[in-house]
Every structure is written in structure tokens, then in C-alpha cells.
């Protein structure tokens, strides 16, 4: 069955980096699309970032405005996002879904919970 | 941008019929997609384009559009439907996701 599993969340300073993992497994990941979505403590969905199967398309949210990168790597089936000069504004629970780059979000992981926090 | 906007709360007894509405300028030009988040769980899609249902999720659960609004309904709605409903959109003009703003369903 498909399985996403998140890791690399934990407390980081404001200012300071970060990078999420994704791990798939049980679908071809390598023909799949993936996303990253967050969601702040008691806040709504908010979609952050996603990539091609192909990591030819990338695309992201406004208010990442250039902090972040998605990328992949197709022989690991991972894919990562790095996240730069954190603020505590980016403090959330960051799911890795899986769908076409303009489609439905089929599957999701459990998240990982990042806080930034001095 | 785009902006999805959903009723904050809908109330239903057990066994009577919940609507979800979603609303968003030009949403009949685009397809809607819809999730379930349960309390302290990952979101779990329960409809796509408009009105498909993914395996494994009950007839109970249906999709429709008109207009400017998308509607999910829940039909003979059971305890176990009590969540946060999501809508989403994938935004051409800016090549960006959009979830709507949710619904919390509470069973009564």
C-alpha cells in the first residue's frame, strides 16, 4: 500500500535552516507528482510547494518567496524540502502528499511538526 | 489570488444530510477536490473532479457544482463523519494550489 513518511521536523531558531523528508513507498514513485502542504496549530490546510514526477516542474506558494526548495530524488524515492531563514510564522505541521501536479492530493503522510521558536 | 471560501461550521443530526458548500470566483471552470481531516489525523481525499468518489470511501458521500459553488454532501451522515472538510482548487492563472478556508462537521 502506499505509504508517505515525513521526518526531519523539531525546534529550530528563527533565522536558522531546515530539511524535511519525504519517504515513499508502494507506487511508482518515479511517475508521481509530489507536494508539500502545511498546517498551522489550529489553522486550515496551506499548500506549500510541489514537483513533477520528472522534477522538470516546480512550483511554490507566495509567502515562500524564495526560502524554500523542493527537490527529489527518484533512485531514493525521496523527496525533500529545504526550508531557509525560518520565521515563527512558518510553525506548522508539514504533510508530503502525493498527486499530478494539477490534480488531487491521493494520498498523504502524518506530517511532521516543525517549531520555530527562540 | 484565489480565494475558496467555505462555511466555518455545519451542525447535522446522526442520519440526516450534511452540505458543504465552497464557493470561488470561476470555480465552474475548475475542478474541485475535497478532503476529510479527522482530529489529530493526515487529510484523506474523499472526492475528485467534482464528483468521483476514490475506492474506499462510502456512497454516502457525493459531489456536485453549480455556478460559482461546489457542494460536498454527506447523505445518512454517521458519527464517524465528524471533521474538518476541505475544498481545493489548482489555480491556472497562478499555478498554485488553493485549499479553501474548511468546514468543521459536527455530529450532534
Known amino acids: 500500500q502506499v505509504q508517505l513518511v515525513e521526518s526531519g521536523g523539531g525546534v529550530v531558531q528563527p533565522g536558522r535552516s531546515m530539511r524535511l523528508y519525504c519517504t515513499a513507498s508502494g507506487f511508482t514513485f518515479n511517475s508521481s507528482g509530489m507536494h508539500w502542504v502545511r498546517q498551522a496549530p489550529g489553522k486550515g490546510l496551506e499548500w506549500v510547494a510541489l514537483?513533477?514526477?520528472?522534477?522538470?516542474?516546480?512550483y511554490y506558494a507566495d509567502f515562500v518567496k524564495g526560502r524554500f526548495t523542493i527537490s527529489r530524488d527518484n533512485s531514493k524515492n525521496m523527496v525533500y524540502l529545504q526550508m531557509n531563514s525560518l520565521s515563527a510564522g512558518d510553525t506548522a505541521v508539514y504533510f508530503c502528499?502525493?498527486?499530478?501536479?494539477?490534480?488531487?492530493?491521493?494520498?498523504w503522510g502524518q506530517g511532521t511538526l516543525v517549531t520555530v521558536s527562540s | 489570488s484565489f480565494v475558496l471560501t467555505q462555511t466555518p461550521s455545519v451542525s447535522v443530526a446522526p442520519g440526516k444530510t450534511a452540505r458543504i458548500a465552497c464557493g470561488g470566483d470561476d470555480i465552474g471552470t475548475k475542478s474541485v477536490h475535497w478532503y476529510q481531516q479527522r482530529p489529530g489525523q493526515a487529510p484523506v481525499l474523499v472526492m475528485y473532479?467534482?464528483?468521483d468518489r476514490p475506492s474506499g470511501i462510502p456512497e454516502r458521500f457525493s459531489g456536485s457544482k453549480s455556478g460559482n459553488t461546489a457542494t460536498l454532501t454527506i447523505s445518512r451522515v454517521e458519527a464517524g463523519d465528524e471533521a474538518d472538510y476541505y475544498c481545493q482548487v489548482w489555480d491556472s492563472n497562478s499555478d498554485h494550489y488553493v485549499f479553501g478556508t474548511g468546514t468543521k462537521v459536527t455530529v450532534l
Open positions: 473532479y467534482d464528483r
Open positions: 502528499a502525493k498527486g499530478p501536479p494539477v490534480g488531487a492530493l491521493e494520498y
Open positions: 514537483m513533477s514526477y520528472d522534477g522538470r516542474l516546480k
